[in-house]
């Protein structure tokens, strides 16, 4: 068992200093409200689809933080980090059919589910 109090922030920190000195160029563009290879593109073209990567640093700053206050355990923090990367990368039409798929489903349990469940005919 190792906790994560003090690996996780530094390998966090360390994989970004690298990013920094290896590939300046994809770190500074991360943060840019321009587009690399499309100059054209500027403004909210640019900046919507690195909303999901936004959020997934602020959760990950959330996250290193609960590491240092809780102590938790190192193996489930850097998946659960490493997934996050992932996920935030996907494209924004995949978010925007996700949550549409989501609200369906949503409406479809709230709907049919819970009035048909076994459970709801226990109590």
Do not use: M
Not at 33 to 43: E, K, R, W, Y
Not at 67 to 88: A, N
Request: with cysteine; aromatic share 18%.
């Amino acid at each position: 068992y190792r906790h994560s109090k003090y690996l996780a922030p530094a390998l966090f920190a360390a994989i970004w200093i690298y990013l920094y000195a290896k590939q300046r160029a994809y770190v500074t563009d991360l943060f840019s409200a321009t587009d690399a290879t499309n100059p054209s593109l500027h403004g909210w073209e640019v900046l919507k689809h690195k909303i999901p990567f936004y959020v997934y640093l602020v959760g990950a700053a959330w996250l290193l933080v609960e590491c240092f206050r809780k102590s938790l355990s190192l193996i489930p923090v850097l998946g659960l980090l490493t997934c996050g990367y992932l996920i935030s990368q996907l494209g924004w039409t995949n978010w925007t059919r996700f949550v549409a798929w989501l609200v369906v489903g949503l409406i479809l349990y709230f709907f049919y589910g819970s009035g048909h469940s076994k459970l709801a005919h226990k109590t």
